[in-house]
């Protein structure tokens, strides 16, 4: 049973840095393809992030160059790195996780969180000005 849980969240001034983290259990990280997605207020769940199984990564045009995804195959976890953060990345942000060999770039660009069957409970980060 695939399990994923979020960590790391808080409260941060903006131009702080937070580190999140997905623990994942019952699958191996490095098969999948796994992202990070956020959900504001009133908003839809956008995706900030995706490392397809092929190791290739994309971004957010909002998040590009201030966030940086990644993974660690030996804990079986995957890493958001958010620096710089701004007022409007302030969000619950989730983990998830499928068994896909779609392309990393492809699932940014017309994908989104439907292509994700599993997900973590999510972890809020909140950025004051």
């Known amino acids: 049973q695939v399990q994923l849980v979020e960590s790391g969240g808080g409260s941060v001034q903006a131009g702080g840095s937070l580190r999140l983290s997905c623990a994942a259990s019952?699958?191996?990280?490095?098969?999948?393809?796994v992202g990070w997605f956020r959900q504001a207020p009133g908003k839809e769940r956008e995706v900030v992030a995706i490392?397809?199984?092929?190791?290739?990564?994309s971004y957010a045009d909002s998040v590009k160059g201030r966030f940086t995804i990644s993974q660690d195959n030996a804990k079986n976890t995957l890493y958001l790195q958010m620096n710089s953060l701004k007022p409007e990345d302030t969000a619950m942000y989730y983990c998830?996780?499928?068994?896909?060999?779609?392309?990393?770039?492809?699932?940014?660009?017309?994908?989104?969180?439907?292509?994700?069957?599993?997900w973590g409970p999510g972890t809020q980060v909140t950025v004051s000005p």
């Open positions: 998830a996780a499928d068994r896909r060999s779609t392309a990393a770039w492809w699932l940014l660009r017309y994908g989104g969180a439907s292509d994700f069957r599993f």
């Open positions: 019952g699958y191996t990280v490095s098969r999948y393809c």
């Open positions: 490392i397809d199984s092929a190791g290739s990564t």
